[in-house]
């Protein structure tokens, strides 16, 4: 458990006294530190922060679900965490999931098996306010969004893409967190996700418009896996552990059909390094 310090000042009118709300951002002030993160927007990979914490990290197609991911940890001798994202979300929302799922790995250290919902999914219990909360935090600061936000008399939905773009999260996250720190209205913001839920924001368009990366509002086109796991197979395959038809039928194949992968650069990789003759005594 990482412990919490002095608190911080809140910001937010409608969560200034609620304690969930408190120590999640306690905990992500903190979490940043642990990460040597700057204030603002974080400018590296989301999953990166997982990965430094042990995690195999799997973007997988988890069906027609309102997931949008999966945290789940076997303690044993070697403990094992994984954690699962939507393939199907968009970018921002992957990044929202894994940031949620990085609450559970820092500060919830029993065995769990943890499924992710949206924010508005009412899933809520105690762990789940603090992940959703710590998520908002950790990626959207108070004291950052407030920043950016000054000197805009109204604020547009030209501007809330602009900073969805800026901080890599989903129009929904943004301007849920803008409303929760007064900076838009309610009424304002319910029309936002009326029009969410309806498919009229055009958010790709209006980036494409004003010439913004839109790659926020995209799903990716590939899947993605924890560099570590191939490491650990490689590293299983050069020590004779599992023969090279064992690692491309058993473990890459499933990938390919699962993921979508293109395991050939894989098993490029796992030849490559394979050690010679006058190697094997090293290992």
């Known amino acids: 458990m990482i412990n919490v310090g002095g608190k911080m000042k809140i910001h937010s009118p409608i969560y200034k006294d609620n304690k969930y709300y408190q120590i999640a951002k306690d905990r992500s002030v903190i979490t940043r530190k642990k990460f040597g993160i700057e204030d603002g927007p974080i400018t590296g990979p989301i999953f990166q922060f997982l990965e430094e914490m042990d995690c195999f990290v799997v973007t997988f197609d988890l069906g027609r679900t309102a997931a949008t991911g999966m945290y789940l940890r076997k303690k044993a001798e070697n403990d094992v965490k994984l954690v699962l994202i939507h393939n199907k979300r968009v970018k921002g929302q992957q990044n929202f999931?894994?940031?949620?799922?990085?609450?559970?790995?820092?500060f919830d250290k029993d065995e769990l098996i943890d499924?992710?919902?949206?924010?508005?999914?009412?899933?809520?219990?105690?762990?789940?306010?603090?992940?959703?909360?710590?998520?908002?935090?950790?990626?959207?600061?108070?004291?950052?969004?407030?920043?950016?936000?000054?000197?805009?008399?109204?604020?547009?939905?030209?501007?809330?893409?602009?900073?969805?773009?800026?901080?890599?999260?989903?129009?929904?996250?943004?301007?849920?967190r803008l409303y929760i720190l007064g900076l838009i209205g309610k009424e304002e913001y319910e029309h936002y996700q009326n029009q969410?839920?309806?498919?009229?924001?055009?958010?790709?368009?209006?980036?494409?418009?004003?010439?913004?990366?839109?790659?926020?509002?995209?799903?990716?086109?590939?899947?993605?896996?924890?560099?570590?796991?191939?490491?650990?197979?490689?590293?299983?395959?050069?020590?004779?552990?599992?023969?090279?038809?064992?690692?491309?039928?058993?473990?890459?194949?499933?990938?390919?059909?699962?993921?979508?992968?293109?395991?050939?650069?894989?098993i490029k990789i796992a030849d490559e390094n394979y050690p010679d003759e006058l190697g094997w005594d090293e290992i």
């Open 97 to 106: 999931t894994a940031a949620h799922e990085l609450s559970h790995v820092l």
């Open 115 to 176: 499924i992710c919902y949206p924010d508005n999914i009412k899933t809520r219990d105690e762990k789940e306010i603090l992940a959703d909360h710590f998520a908002a935090h950790f990626l959207m600061p108070e004291e950052s969004i407030i920043n950016d936000c000054q000197g805009l008399e109204n604020i547009t939905k030209l501007d809330i893409i602009k900073l969805c773009v800026k901080y890599k999260v989903s129009f929904q996250s943004m301007a849920l």
């Open 196 to 266: 969410s839920k309806k498919g009229k924001l055009r958010l790709r368009a209006v980036c494409e418009e004003h010439g913004l990366d839109n790659s926020t509002f995209c799903v990716p086109e590939e899947a993605y896996i924890s560099e570590e796991f191939f490491n650990l197979l490689y590293k299983s395959y050069h020590k004779a552990n599992i023969s090279r038809s064992v690692l491309i039928k058993h473990y890459l194949k499933p990938l390919e059909e699962a993921l979508k992968l293109d395991i050939e650069k894989y």
